[in-house]
């Protein structure tokens, strides 16, 4: 899951997205890591989708299935904290390639804005 429309762009700008190389992503190819995303892959979301959007403040969000982005040669690397124990870095795909993995819909608990 991920807040927001899921946009090429969105993933393609993301805060802390880097490169393979450690760099700001410059071309419209370059294969995208530290994506933030949330994951039940580690820690169980008893209630699914409405824990993990919990966490983000996003009226719409874009969920993608595991296999789906595994089968794009996608990685998922969880590095959940205290405050989220579901935060997971996506990695290893294009911008396109991250969009596409993606379906929006609307956050079924979003986190209240401050």
């Given at each position: 899951m991920?807040?927001?429309?899921c946009a090429p762009d969105s993933f393609f700008k993301g805060s802390g997205v880097v490169t393979a190389t450690g760099r700001t992503p410059s071309k419209p190819d370059d294969k995208?890591?530290?994506?933030?995303?949330?994951?039940?892959?580690?820690?169980?979301?008893?209630n699914g989708l409405s824990d993990l959007g919990s966490t983000m403040p996003h009226n719409t969000i874009g969920v993608a299935d595991s296999d789906d982005i595994e089968a794009l040669r996608g990685e998922l690397t969880p590095s959940g904290n205290i405050r989220n124990p579901w935060?997971?870095?996506?990695?290893?795909?294009?911008?396109d390639e991250a969009?596409?993995?993606?379906?929006?819909?609307?956050?079924?608990n979003p986190k209240p804005r401050k």
């Open positions: 991920r807040g927001g429309a995208l890591f530290q994506i933030s995303t949330n994951t039940d892959l580690v820690e169980a979301a008893p935060h997971t870095d996506l990695g290893n795909l294009t911008k969009a596409g993995a993606f379906k929006t819909q609307k956050n079924p």
